[in-house]
C-alpha cells in the first residue's frame, strides 16, 4: 500500500511539474557539491538543503534523475528528508547511475504545489578512481581489525581542477555533534592516529594500538578555497574484535578426535587471513586449514594449552584453551625401597608407581606363589613385616582410573642368604650328579675288564685243610695233573678240601673248550693251591697262578 502511494504522490508531482494542475514556483535548493564521482559497486549520498517560500508548507520530497523519480521501495535507495535537509544514498553503483539528480518538493498554502530548485549534482560512476570530481574513495568501508594490531583505511579523493584544498580531516561519526572534530584532537586518539598524505588526493588513515573503544564510524571530508568547495566520503565502519580458541570438547580420552576453531566473535577478517597456532607458546607441529586445527587421533601428548594468531600480527595471539587428554594407567611398576637384600625379621616398603591422567585413584596389591594369588590390600604403599621364607613369593599391584588400569610386572623380595643356600643346593645336587656318574663309569669298566666264569667246582676236604683253586678252566673231567701233550687244561672255580686221605669230589659247571694243539699255551687265572696244616711241604709248593692270558696259537 505504501508503495503504491510513493507511485501515485511521484506522478501527481510529476503533474504538478507540467503545469497540469498548478503553476510552478521558484525553489531554493543548494546542492553541495554539485558533482561527484563514485566507484562501480561502490555508494554515494547525495545531499542538499531547500527553501521553501513563504506561505507555503512542505508535504513531500523526492529525488529524480533525468525527470525520473527515484522509488523509495528500490533496495538500492535509502531517503533520508529531515530537517530541511534532502539526502538519498544510492548503493551498489553501477555505470548506469551516471547522470544529473535533482530534489523536488510538494509544498501547499490552500492547494498543493509543485517545488523545483535549479541545477542539481551530477554523479560520474566508473571504474577507476577519478581526481578532476569531487569524490572519496574507500579500498573498503567495512574494517574488521584485531585489537592492539594497527588498521590502514587506504584513501583517495578528488575535487574540479580549477579548486585546491586546504583542508583534510578525518572524523568519527557522532549524532550527538554537528561539528566534526580532526580525530588527531579528539581525547583518546592523541598520537595514536596519523595521516599517511604523502601525496595529493592521498587520505589514508592508520590507527595504531586499535582499541575496543575505537569501533564506530568515520568518515573523511576536506575544503577547497572555493564557496561550496567541501565534501565528505561515505562512512567508513571498524569493528574491533579479539581472538578466541574453541573446542568441539576440552576434555577427551585418548585416540578420540578434537577440532578447534579460532574466532572473531565480533566480526569476520578477511577470507585471505591466515592463522597460525601455538601450544604452551611454541608453533605446532599439526597443520591447520582455515582457521581450524584438527587433532586427529589425540593422543596424551596433544595435553596443553592452546592459542591462536594472524599472520603478521603472530605478537597478538589468542587467550589460551586448555586441552586435557585422559588416558589409562601405563608404566606401571612396583619400586622396593631397600636396595639389595633383606635379612630375616626386618620389613619392607613397596610402592607403585604409574604414569596415569586423571590420576590413579585406586591401588591394589596381590601375592602370587605358583598359581595362587593373594589379595593383600590397597594403598599406594604396602609393607611386607616381618620377613621370612613364608612371605615369600612374587608381588605386583593394580593401577586403576576413570579411564582404565594395568597390571605391574611381578617382583620379589630377596632375603640374605637365601641366594647362598640356593646356590648351595644346587652344588650339593651337581657334586651327587658326578658321584653318580663317576660309580656308573667304574662299574661299566670293572664288568668289561674281568674274565668270564665258566665253571665253579667245589671238592670238600678236612675242615683243618683245604686247597683251593678259583677260575681254572681244565679241558678233561679227569683232573690229572699229568694231562695229554696235545691237550691244554683250564681250571675254572675248583676248591679242594682235603684231610689225611685226600679224596676228589665231583666236578661241577667243567665245560671243555675247543680243541688245541700241542703248542698251545694252559691259560691259568686265579688258581690257589691248599694243604693240610700238618703236611709237610714238598717240591711241590703252592702255586698261585692270577689272571694269565696267552693267545692262541693256531696249528701248523
Not at 331 to 341: I, K, P
Not at 381 to 389: D, L
Not at 431 to 437: D, E, G, P
Request: net charge positive.
Amino acid at each position: 500500500m505504501h508503495k503504491k502511494m510513493h507511485r501515485i504522490r511521484c506522478i501527481i508531482l510529476l503533474l504538478y511539474t507540467l503545469g497540469l494542475y498548478a503553476k510552478t514556483l521558484p525553489l531554493t535548493v543548494t546542492y553541495s557539491p554539485q558533482n561527484t564521482c563514485a566507484l562501480t559497486g561502490s555508494s554515494v549520498l547525495l545531499t542538499c538543503r531547500y527553501i521553501i517560500p513563504q506561505n507555503y508548507y512542505f508535504k513531500a520530497g523526492f529525488w529524480y534523475k533525468n525527470s525520473s523519480c527515484l522509488q523509495a521501495s528500490e533496495p538500492r535507495i535509502e531517503y533520508d528528508s529531515s530537517d530541511s535537509k534532502c539526502r538519498v544514498r544510492i548503493n551498489n553503483l553501477i555505470p548506469s547511475d551516471s547522470g544529473v539528480y535533482d530534489y523536488r518538493i510538494t509544498a501547499t498554502d490552500k492547494s498543493s504545489t509543485t517545488l523545483q530548485g535549479k541545477n542539481g549534482v551530477t554523479l560520474s560512476v566508473s571504474d577507476a578512481p577519478r581526481k578532476d570530481c569531487w569524490g572519496v574513495f574507500y579500498s573498503s568501508t567495512s574494517f574488521c581489525v584485531l585489537r592492539s594490531s594497527t588498521v590502514d583505511i587506504t584513501c583517495t579523493y578528488g575535487f574540479p581542477t580549477d579548486q585546491t584544498v586546504i583542508t583534510t580531516l578525518w572524523y568519527r561519526v557522532n549524532k550527538k555533534r554537528q561539528d566534526p572534530i580532526d580525530l588527531r584532537l579528539e581525547e583518546g586518539y592523541e598520537s595514536r592516529v596519523e595521516h599517511l598524505s604523502t601525496e595529493e588526493h592521498n587520505c589514508t588513515l592508520r590507527i595504531r594500538d586499535v582499541r575496543e573503544s575505537d569501533s564506530g564510524q568515520y568518515r573523511f571530508r576536506y575544503l577547497t578555497n572555493k564557496t561550496g568547495g567541501a565534501f565528505s566520503g561515505d562512512v567508513v565502519t571498524i569493528s574491533v574484535t579479539d581472538l578466541q580458541v574453541s573446542m568441539t570438547a576440552g576434555t577427551v580420552i585418548e585416540g578420540s578426535n578434537v577440532t578447534l576453531t579460532c574466532n572473531t566473535p565480533s566480526c569476520n577478517l578477511k577470507a585471505k587471513s591466515t592463522f597460525i597456532w601455538y601450544k604452551n607458546t611454541q608453533p605446532t607441529r599439526h597443520r591447520s586449514i582455515n582457521n581450524t586445527l584438527h587433532l586427529s587421533p589425540v593422543n596424551s601428548e596433544d595435553t596443553g594449552s592452546y592459542s591462536c594468531a594472524v599472520r603478521g600480527h603472530e605478537q597478538h595471539q589468542s587467550p589460551e584453551a586448555a586441552l586435557d587428554v585422559r588416558y589409562a594407567p601405563r608404566n606401571t611398576a612396583v619400586l622396593v625401597d631397600n636396595y639389595g637384600e633383606i635379612v630375616l625379621g626386618e620389613s619392607v616398603n613397596l610402592t607403585c608407581r604409574s604414569d596415569a591422567n586423571p590420576p590413579v585413584h585406586t591401588y591394589t596389591w596381590y601375592r602370587k606363589m605358583g598359581t595362587q594369588i593373594s589379595l593383600l590390600g590397597g594403598g599406594q604403599s604396602y609393607v611386607v613385616a616381618n620377613i621370612s621364607y613364608e612371605t615369600s613369593g612374587l608381588y605386583y599391584c593394580v593401577a586403576q582410573n576413570s579411564v582404565g588400569e594395568q597390571h605391574s610386572a611381578a617382583v620379589s623380595v630377596p632375603i640374605a642368604g637365601q641366594g647362598l643356600a640356593k646356590y648351595a643346593a644346587i652344588g650339593i645336587l651337581i657334586v651327587v650328579a658326578l658321584l653318580l656318574l663317576l660309580g656308573l663309569l667304574w662299574l661299566s669298566k670293572q664288568k668289561s675288564s674281568a674274565p668270564p666264569i665258566t665253571a665253579s667246582t667245589t671238592i670238600s676236604q678236612q675242615a683243618d685243610s683245604s686247597v683251593v683253586y678259583n677260575n681254572v678252566l681244565i679241558s678233561d673231567p679227569s683232573c690229572s695233573r699229568n694231562t695229554k701233550a696235545d691237550n691244554d687244561v683250564q681250571y675254572a672255580s675248583i676248591k679242594f678240601k682235603g684231610s689225611d686221605k685226600a679224596e676228589v669230589g665231583p666236578y661241577a659247571d667243567v665245560h671243555r673248550p675247543r680243541t688245541q694243539t700241542t703248542q698251545e699255551d694252559v691259560q691259568y687265572a686265579s688258581v690257589n693251591f691248599s694243604r693240610p696244616k700238618d703236611t709237610f711241604q714238598t717240591e711241590e709248593d703252592p702255586v698261585i697262578y692270577s689272571t694269565v692270558n696267552k693267545p692262541l696259537r693256531t696249528r701248523i
